[in-house]
Nanobody, 122 residues
Framework: QVQLVESGGGLAQAGGSLRLSCAAS????????MGWFRQAPGKEREFVAALSWSASGTEYADSVKGRFTISRDNSKNTVYLQMNNLKPEDTAVYYCTAALTFAALGTSLGYWGQGTQVTVSL
């Protein structure tokens, strides 16, 4: 059974930083994409960032470009999301996801973690 286990969420002040981790296990060998989505109260889940295991490509939502960085440690099957210059509007539950391709991320074809809460205060 595929497992995606997030950690690193918590409370931060505006302008501060947090780093999220997502440890993956039992992913299908052909799974190439991993990423992060988030869902704020009363809002739909939205894309944050993604990367490819096989290539060096990354993608970011416009709202986090220049502030968030997604990276990976292949040896640990772990993906990270470094979040700097946090804003109150970044408050949300952050979900790790994995899929065969970028296009499948965020869909029912992908795998999801349980989510980790990030709260940013003024």
């Amino acid at each position: 059974q595929v497992q995606l286990v997030e950690s690193g969420g918590g409370l931060a002040q505006a302008g501060g930083s947090l780093r999220l981790s997502c440890a993956a296990s039992r992913l299908p060998f052909s799974s190439d994409a991993m990423g992060w989505f988030r869902q704020a109260p009363g809002k739909e889940r939205e894309f944050v960032a993604a990367l490819s295991w096989s290539a060096s490509g990354t993608e970011y939502a416009d709202s986090v470009k220049g502030r968030f960085t997604i990276s990976r440690d292949n040896s640990k099957n772990t993906v990270y999301l470094q979040m700097n210059n946090l804003k109150p509007e970044d408050t949300a539950v952050y979900y790790c996801t994995a899929a065969l391709t970028f296009a499948a991320l965020g869909t029912s074809l992908g795998y999801w973690g349980q989510g980790t809460q990030v709260t940013v205060s003024l």
